[in-house]
């Protein structure tokens, strides 16, 4: 089992910053995906970027050229750098590990852009 933390969210104004710290309870794998998704309210929940043990990235096309995710794997944490943050990008930010055919959660921080 692998307990995993978020931190960092709060709100923010229109066209701020966040950046959002995952903190994983064991050492990372080399198969281990990380990932972080989004909920807004009354949505579905969406995958907003991905990091393999290798460093290769994937973003949803809604945050791509404004989030970064980045992993430090010495501290079995990974980062998610949110810049020019717009309305939508409101929602409950969950950290996720995938290893193999497992998938574990973080509780979720949530992220609040208004003015």
């Known amino acids: 089992q692998v307990q995993l933390v978020e931190s960092g969210g709060g709100l923010v104004q229109p066209g701020g910053s966040l950046r959002l710290s995952c903190a994983a309870s064991?050492?990372?794998?080399?198969?281990?995906?990380m990932g972080w998704h989004r909920q807004a309210p009354g949505k579905q929940r969406e995958l907003v970027a991905t990091?393999?043990?290798?460093?290769?990235?994937n973003y949803a096309d809604s945050v791509k050229g404004r989030f970064t995710v980045s992993r430090d794997n010495a501290k079995n944490t990974v980062y998610l750098q949110m810049n020019s943050l717009k309305p939508e990008d409101t929602a409950v930010y969950y950290c996720?590990?995938?290893?193999?055919?497992?998938?574990?959660w973080g509780q979720g921080t949530q992220v609040t852009v208004s003015s």
């Open positions: 064991a050492v990372f794998f080399s198969i281990d995906v």
């Open positions: 990091i393999t043990s290798g460093g290769s990235t």
């Open positions: 996720n590990l995938g290893r193999g055919s497992y998938a574990f």
